[in-house]
C-alpha cells in the first residue's frame, strides 16, 4: 500500500474529499470487490479521501482487510499506473 493518486489525467488536483466522483469524471468506473488490473480503491477517512492503485495482490488484502471498516469504493481506472506515486 505505497502508491496514491493525488491528480487526474489532466493534472487537476483531487480534492481532499470528493475523490470518487472526480475519478468517475475522469472515465474510472465502480466495480465489484476483486483483485483485477487498473483497479483502485478509495478508502474515506475523517477529514481526507485517499485514492491508493491497487498494484499487487498483497496490496489487494490490505486494502480489503477484514478488520477496517473505513468505507470504501472500488474502481477501475485506466490512468492509474501513469498516476500513482
Known sequence: MGKYINEDS???????IGKVKMLIADGAQRCNIEFRDNLVCV???DFFDAAGYVETNRDFMDFNHPYDDRPKTWLVYEHVKKLAR
Open 43 to 45: 478508502v474515506e477517512n
Open 10 to 16: 489532466k493534472g487537476n488536483e483531487l480534492p481532499a
